[in-house]
């Protein structure tokens, strides 16, 4: 996945996002779907940040895969 991919996913999710959040009331599912794009745009800029330090280090951005949501989501912001 290239740095293009990643930002055209994460434009994706930010506007499915701000869709999710322009209505009233939230079901269930819309309530669990908000969740899964936070955790998604989580991984997807962490990805960006190492491939980034990978390029800079040197390295074959290409390498770097995405973290599991468990480890992405315990940082501390």
């Known amino acids: 996945m290239s740095d293009a991919d990643i930002h055209a996913t994460i434009n994706a999710l930010v506007d499915e996002e701000h869709q999710l959040r322009g209505s009233s009331d939230h079901t269930i599912e819309q309530r ?29 951005p290409d390498e770097v895969e995405a973290r599991p949501a468990s480890q992405v989501e315990s940082y501390l912001q």
């Open 32 to 60: 669990t779907r908000l969740h899964d794009i936070e955790v998604a745009l989580d991984q997807a800029w962490d990805l960006l940040r190492r491939r980034e330090a990978a390029r800079e280090a040197g390295k074959n």
